[in-house]
């Protein structure tokens, strides 16, 4: 799969920051708003920081 680059931007009224997900991604893997997805945060053996991200819950619209 294609790699892409993402911007972390601020999320007014709190600290934490938001990714988004480039719409080719979203319509490839048929990602929908209310899908929940688990993070895994590590450094790989080149000392790189990785963000690992895996869908835990599909959300099924019609």
Do not use: C, Q, W
């Not at 480039?22 to 048929?30: I, Q």
């Amino acid at each position: 799969m294609k790699m892409f680059t993402v911007k972390a931007r601020a999320r007014h009224g709190t600290n934490s920051l938001d990714l988004t997900i480039p719409v080719k991604l979203v319509k490839d893997l048929d990602i929908k708003e209310g899908d929940v997805f688990s993070v895994v945060a590590f450094k790989n053996d080149d000392g790189i920081d990785v963000l690992e991200y895996r869908r835990v819950f599909k959300i099924e619209k019609t």
